[in-house]
């Protein structure tokens, strides 16, 4: 079937008893069992449930995996990973402009389980091999990272880790399986924050995980279970809903960024642009290898952080706030916002400067976007 079509349909057969299109919301905590061991399949919601069900396997057959298990948040779904590839002793790689959250749970508590962290840039292959250890169970990249917009390879990636003997994570959460199918590239693991494109209407918090292994997807489906992080019947629906436009909303983000993009890289105000879809960004021919779209995310250097102050004060159909990846179009400081956990001289060697504005451009009309951003230009 096409991407579209699977949107739509992959895991949503109608409901076998009434005949309803869409999934319903089963918000149960438990199910009647007819006898001791006999029952329908369902047992008690942690562990099973059909609304989040239903989402799992939609999600695994866009990301063309053997199987999904979603989550309460991205950060939660990223510390199942933890749990499933890393272990007391073991070391990880990680790309070194990474969303801060990740960072965070990395180095304020993954680490305090007696396992190291070692931060590379990715997109340089030539600084992943060193960093290569005999006991390096995992290599977890961004592309594009958040907020540099750095372009990872990811084959040339799995070619060196899989030498090693560890497992390739992708945060996908940028890109989406729409531009992006990490695991056709060779990936093991791909994530995304469904709070971000997936859902896509800013009404929903959480995370997915995506196994391209069938013993990976055992494990984490016991680690699910076990550790409880689930996401919620209602989250669940919520996010199955917004996949159903997923390939249309994408189409229109892409659309607006590109056309954003190219109307900032003009603007003499903006001291440094990141945008792939850009000739100049240098991961840019990688970009259009890897991925089919370019996407909504673009960051924008101002140059200081009182010109990134008057400027974010003045934007008014531009939304000032955390998160990304919905249809209205948000716009945030990276160095006091997302990325704050990064102590302020790492972020000033990725380039997280406290000049630095990210925007996630929206599918409003684009006109009126860039009206608005040229407004806010008028103050600095």
């Not at 399949?41 to 989402?55: I, S």
């Not at 389980?113 to 390096?136: C, K, Q, W």
Request: charged letters at 20%; proline letters at 4%; glycine letters at 8%.
């Amino acid at each position: 079937m096409g991407f579209r079509t699977d949107a739509i349909h992959a895991g949503q057969e109608p409901d076998p008893t009434t005949g309803a299109v869409t999934v319903p919301i089963y918000q149960t905590s438990t199910y009647v069992q007819e006898s001791i061991g006999r029952h329908k399949g369902f047992e008690y919601a942690r562990t099973q449930n059909p609304t989040r069900m239903a989402l799992e396997k939609n999600v695994a057959v866009l990301e063309r995996g053997v199987a999904a298990y979603a989550f309460a948040s991205g950060m939660a779904a990223t510390t199942a990973i933890t749990q499933l590839l890393l272990k007391q002793g073991d070391h990880a790689i990680c790309s070194d402009n990474v969303y801060g959250g990740t960072f965070r749970l990395f180095d304020k508590i993954v680490r305090h389980y007696g396992i190291e962290f070692t931060y590379v840039n990715t997109s340089n292959l030539s600084d992943v091999m060193p960093a290569i250890r005999p006991n390096t169970r995992m290599v977890f990249n961004e592309t594009p990272t958040n907020p540099i917009m750095s372009i990872t390879d990811i084959r040339g990636v799995l070619a060196i880790a899989h030498q090693g003997g560890c497992r390739v994570v992708v945060d996908n959460t940028f890109m989406t399986p729409y531009f992006q199918l990490p695991l056709e590239l060779g990936a093991d693991i791909v994530i995304h924050s469904t709070t971000k494109y997936l859902n896509g209407h800013s009404d929903s918090v959480g995370g997915v995980v995506v196994l391209k292994r069938q013993d990976d997807a055992e494990r984490l489906q016991f680690i699910q279970n076990a550790a409880g992080a689930i996401l919620s019947p209602f989250d669940s629906w919520l996010v199955m809903r917004g996949i159903k436009t997923l390939p249309i909303r994408m189409e229109a983000h892409n659309s607006n960024g590109m056309a954003v993009a190219n109307f900032l890289a003009n603007k003499k105000e903006v001291e440094k642009i990141y945008y792939p879809g850009l000739p100049n960004h240098p991961g840019h021919e990688l970009a259009k290898k890897q991925m089919s779209g370019f996407g909504g995310m673009i960051a924008i250097d101002l140059g200081s952080l009182d010109r990134a102050r008057r400027f974010l004060e003045r934007v008014r159909l531009c939304s000032l706030g955390e998160s990304l990846g919905g249809v209205e179009t948000l716009i945030s400081h990276p160095a006091t916002m997302t990325h704050a956990s990064v102590p302020a001289e790492e972020r000033q060697r990725l380039g997280i400067t406290d000049g630095l504005v990210r925007l996630s451009v929206g599918i409003e009309d684009v006109e009126d976007l860039i009206a608005d951003l040229e407004k806010a230009f008028g103050s600095l």
